[in-house]
Structure formats: structure tokens, C-alpha cells
């Protein structure tokens, strides 16, 4: 599945859709990470975001874990904040 750099993104925008599926990443007592992946389709960041959520089904919050976003459309603009 290929993810674009940022520098990518920045090439593509105005020729195409780019997706961006953001992520955080949680382990009690040691905090929490986030970042972002882009893709060049739809459907590739959809699946990245399906696949990532498939582990959190459990009925409680675990002391680690990894949740993505549903994909959003980016501009160039929203890149480079």
C-alpha cells in the first residue's frame, strides 16, 4: 500500500486527491503519540484505516492500543500547519 511523503503531496495536490489518515497511539503511563499517513486514493486509505481499527474490539480500553481516523481530503494548505 503506498503512503506519500509530504513533499508527494505537495507535487500531487493539484492534479489529484490526497487522503490523509491520521493516528494515535496510547500506552498508560508512558502517554500518547499521534501522526498522519497520506495517501493517493480513496480506497487505499480506507483500507489502511479499516485494517488498523480491526484490533479494537474489545469491551474494555487496553493498556495499548492504536486507533485511525476515517480518511480526510487534504489541501496543500492542511499539510503544512
Known amino acids: ?3 506519500l511523503t509530504e513533499e508527494q503531496v ?3 495536490e493539484n492534479t489529484k486527491d490526497i487522503w490523509k489518515v491520521s493516528y ?3 500506552e498508560r503511563g508512558w ?3 499521534t501522526w498522519d499517513a497520506f495517501f493517493d486514493s ?3 486509505a480506507y483500507e489502511e484505516y479499516v485494517d488498523t481499527n480491526k484490533q479494537n474490539n474489545k469491551d474494555y480500553v487496553p ?3 492504536i486507533v485511525a481516523y476515517e480518511p480526510q481530503k487534504v489541501t496543500v494548505k492542511t499539510v503544512i500547519q
Open 1 to 3: 500500500m503506498p503512503r
Open 10 to 12: 505537495i507535487e500531487l
Open 24 to 26: 494515535r497511539e496510547s
Open 31 to 33: 502517554g500518547q503519540d
Open 42 to 44: 480513496y480506497e487505499e
Open 63 to 65: 493498556d495499548y492500543y
